[in-house]
């Protein structure tokens, strides 16, 4: 190998270690409340402080939602492809856990605004 070689290397390698530095340490603030949300309407939020078990019905089937050591899990899932239930636990602002053959969609948030204006408004 030639010195350029080694060069680009390592030019390569700074870059990937800045990337990642940069996404883990823009990202790392947790999220302190999980929203919960059915067909497109947020209908309870939760602490993520607080150890929780929490059964989400909808016409389309059942979920079950699992908050422990200040992560949120879905466990559980009657729906034909069970993605959900593979998904890591999320904790962070921002992160979301999709179950589309439910219209259930759970989001971590910082905070809880009870003040939401509708995108449609």
Known sequence: MK???FIVIGAVLVVAAVMLIFLYGVNSNSGAYVQIEVDGQVTETLSLDEDTEKKIVTENGTNTLVISDGKAQM????CPDG???NHKPINRNGESIICLPHK?????VNQVDDDEIDAVA
């Open 3 to 5: 010195k350029a070689d």
């Open 75 to 78: 466990t559980e899932a009657d």
């Open 83 to 85: 993605i959900c239930k």
């Open 104 to 108: 259930v969609v759970i989001t971590v």
